[in-house]
């Protein structure tokens, strides 16, 4: 006679931290939903659907996840206890070390999850770039914080900032996949900011001098 009993307890969390991780190493349209199921613990399609909905409402809150952990790397671009190159600084710093950590998936999952999606999945593609936006709004709030405090010098190479440490910001998720180390990022990112030091407006009794 077949033994019965309570059906093992599902365990939601752990469930979409397995799915982030596997969404984080292949990117959305290479994992497949049998892949899902399996990393979260063997689960059935009924459990899957019932518990997240869809493979793009799973991915969406998966996106959600990321920012509320690994992505809070970012923070400081709107911390305004920090100076604007500080809170630059750090996001960058912060986001080179978390991204070359090799306790997870490397690289980041905002720039890599969804690159080159099919028409169909064409929502999951503008999800990211909505929030690859909202990065590069905050550093541009951070500019001009510091272009209006008189931080940094109204020129038109101060407008190109923003452009330049997004650029950076992002493409680290390439380097680091590809195998960088924080310790060569970090070299990187002290070069980068001599380019806002060489822009910043000089103290006026050390402009006189």
């Known amino acids: 006679m077949a033994r019965t009993g309570r059906p093992r307890e599902f365990d939601r969390d752990k469930a979409l931290d397995a799915a982030l991780t596997l969404f984080w190493t292949q990117g959305y349209e290479p994992t497949s939903l049998n892949q899902l199921k399996a990393c979260m613990g063997n689960i059935s399609p009924a459990s899957l659907y019932a518990a997240f909905g869809s493979k793009e409402a799973l991915f969406r809150e998966v996106v959600q996840r990321y920012l509320e952990t690994y992505g809070q790397v970012i923070a400081p671009l709107w911390d305004k206890t920090l100076t604007p190159r ?12 978390m991204q070359t950590t ?10 890599l999850g969804a ?7 064409q929502s999951v593609q503008t999800l990211l770039a909505a929030e690859r ?7 541009k709030a951070c500019v001009n914080r510091a272009t209006a405090n008189g931080e940094l010098a109204a020129l038109p190479a101060t407008e190109t900032l923003p452009t330049l440490f997004t650029t950076f910001l992002h493409g680290m998720a390439c ?28 103290p006026k009794s050390a402009s006189s001098r």
């Open 133 to 139: 936006a909202r990065t590069r709004k905050g550093i």
């Open 86 to 97: 500080d809170a630059i600084e750090q996001t960058l710093r912060r986001s080179a070390h």
């Open 175 to 202: 380097e680091a996949r590809d195998g960088d180390r924080a310790k060569k990022l970090d070299a990187a990112i002290t070069t980068l900011m001599q380019v806002w030091d060489s822009l910043a407006v000089l």
């Open 115 to 121: 690159s080159n999606c099919s028409p169909e999945n």
């Open 102 to 111: 090799r306790s997870h998936p490397t690289g980041c999952l905002i720039v």
